[in-house]
């Protein structure tokens, strides 16, 4: 299912939300040689929303998850997102 207006396009395979914003996380844990049980145990994070969050099959994230990413990760949002402009 594709829906379509003059400023946004979101496409909704799989029943998940696929955007112009790339999750880039797993990419980045994997750069900085993190595991998700370190991630949970430092942010007390519940392991099942990281796992969503790490596997792409999240419709969104929390800015205090977000937060909560960055601290463990010493990094920002722009590390761990990507915006990906639509090609049209």
């Known amino acids: ?16 939300y696929i955007s112009m914003i790339k999750n880039m996380l797993a990419e980045y844990m ?11 145990k430092l ?5 099942h929303v990281l796992n969503r969050i790490y596997k792409k099959k999240t419709k969104s994230i929390t800015f205090d998850n977000l ?5 463990a990760l010493d990094c920002t949002p722009n590390d ?8 049209n």
Do not use: G, S
């Open 1 to 16: 299912m594709v829906i379509n207006n003059t400023n946004w396009k979101l496409y909704l395979p799989n029943d998940y």
């Open 43 to 47: 942010t007390k994070m519940d392991r």
């Open 67 to 71: 937060n909560k990413l960055c601290f």
């Open 80 to 87: 761990l997102f990507r915006y990906v402009p639509d090609e």
């Open 30 to 40: 994997l750069e900085k040689d993190v595991e998700k049980r370190d991630i949970t």
